[in-house]
């Protein structure tokens, strides 16, 4: 009964009722003081004795809260694909990490691989314990810096190019169709991004094109033309798109060398898609939203809950509660 997705669905409704409401995190982005904003969590349910006592502890409270959602999330998942898909995130986060020899407490403790052999597949040469991704992408770096210095930003997107990948091809084995348009649109807006990126930072365009990835909707011809038109005329090119108003968004972005706020829209499409079928008790489509949605939640606290310690002005959160879901 316990792997079923009946039995699984049956008690994310239960924690989905205990998710945060909108209501709620305003409550803590208008209280006074940082200690007051945490009452107010102790209050909803939360755990707050690591910074109860500590109000510098936040990335701890955090960390602690996003280690119990994945136990939920792996105890709960009968589609090993899918767990398999969700976990890959956090061990390319470790990846980076112990590729740039970063300290040990931004690890997560949980993925697909130990972090053990994380750091054995690195230290100690022995990357058969790493996915074949991964080790073509290590290979990668690893020339590239017999020549170069490999700076931070070249190891985030080479890394990043092999998990989009590497998600691409693991999207072939999973059967919703609401979660394979998720990751599939995430693919489309992280080579959006890119190439928007590269045009306001003024980065060479080689490295756009480099990093790529397949496995979207959109083509590369098509995306590359955020760098190659003027803004004015580019967004004209995805009017047959799920993105047009984004790319519109976009192309005003770009004029004013900002994109703010077309990430936040395009973060923000994605959680509306997460929950297409999230009442669907005969699908993984409820857990997966419920996973997405703490997630959501967790960063949303972790943002309030800093802009009281630096003492900021409700007003200057509040445009980025616009997706969160009540």
């Known amino acids: 009964m316990k792997g079923s997705v009946i039995y699984a669905n049956s008690i994310i409704a239960c924690k989905e009722g205990k998710l945060l409401r909108l209501q709620q995190v305003k409550r803590m982005l208008s209280a006074p003081t940082l200690i007051e904003a945490i009452k107010i969590l102790y209050e909803c349910g939360y755990d707050v004795g690591l910074i109860q006592n500590n109000p510098e502890s936040i990335d701890s409270l955090i960390a602690n809260e996003h280690e119990k ?8 998942c009968a589609d090993s694909s899918l767990l398999r898909l969700v976990l890959l995130r956090y061990d390319y986060h470790n990846l980076k990490s112990v590729y740039k020899d970063s300290d ?62 590497e998600f691409s091809e693991l999207l072939k084995k999973i059967k919703s169709k609401t979660i394979k348009a998720y990751f599939t649109a995430e693919i489309d807006i992280q080579n959006i991004l890119s190439f928007a990126r590269t045009r306001v930072m003024d980065l060479p365009t080689r490295l756009a094109h480099d990093y790529f990835v397949a496995g979207g909707t959109l083509k590369k011809e098509l995306v590359e033309t955020i760098i190659t038109l003027p803004p004015q005329k580019f967004s004209e090119k995805f009017i047959n ?18 994109l703010a ?10 959680l509306e898609l997460s929950a297409k079928e999230k009442n669907n008790a005969f699908k993984l489509d409820p857990l997966f939203n419920w996973y997405i ?34």
Request: one cysteine or more; hydrophobic letters at 35%.
């Open 261 to 270: 706020d077309c990430e936040h829209n395009m973060w923000g499409y994605l």
């Open 69 to 76: 959602t994945i136990k939920v999330f792996s105890g709960l």
């Open 293 to 326: 949605r703490k997630k959501e939640e967790l960063k949303t606290i972790k943002l309030v809950l800093i802009s009281k310690k630096l003492g900021l002005a409700p007003g200057v959160i509040e445009p980025k509660l616009k997706y969160y879901k009540t």
């Open 104 to 165: 040990d407490t931004l690890l997560y403790p949980f993925g697909n691989i130990a972090v053990k052999d994380m750091k054995a597949a690195l230290t100690e040469k022995q990357r058969y314990l790493l996915t074949a991704h991964m080790q073509t992408a290590l290979h990668e770096l690893d020339t590239f810096a017999k020549e170069n210095k490999v700076t931070s930003a070249e190891i985030e997107l080479k890394l990043d190019k092999a998990m989009y990948s």
């Open 241 to 258: 798109t799920p993105y047009y108003k984004f790319m519109q968004d976009l192309s005003s972005g770009i004029k004013n060398n900002s």
